[in-house]
């Protein structure tokens, strides 16, 4: 069955972005990006939130995006992808899909079609709206060695605590480390 | 010089207490155990916010403390406290000061005076305070392998992100991984 993989920067008290949506604080230097890459690769579908979406599909698909990290934007300009809104009426980032709500069964048949695994970055909402349904197979997560004091989490209003198995912890150069988790 | 160490149990979204200001979810162990102990080695002084201090001064001095784990009972008890609160009249735990706030002059002759160094435990508004006037050395975080999704933040309002330097990531059999910050 495809995998659905939440693979976020996060600062070391847990937000995806600073107050004003602003993610310039994760480290992007060269191990890290190959390391992000290598994890790419069993991925052919990504699922976003609005905001991310938003900010996704008004880079990659430009030059400038295209100039920035060529390999990842042509692997997500050309992936399968879905956003979830309940507003947004058209999908101007190629080979997307519009879907309104976050249904269980729905996201259950994605999971057993044929394919590679299924990525989320950032989308917080999505996240905490997913792992409620006990929908995420896997948390890997990039601690950035930084405190943003106030900013976007990537967990919020859960019903009940979840508790994860750590696969294991790796430390980059630059301070940040991966945690890598499963459900239990 | 003294060094000011925060030493918390947080969570994956980085709290130190649940919504409740429960705390059952830390995992405390013989491995944990031990290596927090190995971590007091260098302390004679600890610093409390109000709840932490009403939480400990109410557990530690008991025979419920004593008999729970009589090696950091007899350690907590013994050592020089500090609790900072606006309201305590009275602090019933032996060898406890109240100071009414954080004064930045104050905390510097602290850790000036000859003495090992000084650790704080949960208090989370004293860490924030503390941190927002770059008084913190050391920050020794073990990630529990949980997402609370609601709770007590370690950090909390503070006016500008804090970039610290990873000294080095732990892995524990329980699934805990220990990170361990200074400032930059």
Redesign the interface.
Known sequence: MRKIIVFEHV?????IA?KHGKID?AIRDEELTKFSQEGEETVDMYLFGRITYDMMASFWPTPMGKSVNPVFADILNKANKIVFSRTLKEATWENTEIVKHVDKEEIMKLKHKPGGNIMIFGSGILV?EL?KLGLIDD?Q?L?N??????GK??????????????I??K?FKS???F?H?QPK
């Open positions: 600062s070391i008290d847990g937000y600073d604080w905490s792992a948390y997560l601690v060695p930084v405190v943003l004091g106030e989490p990537l967990f919020k209003n859960l019903p009940e605590m979840i508790s994860l198995k750590l294991r912890a430390e301070g940040v480390t945690l988790y």
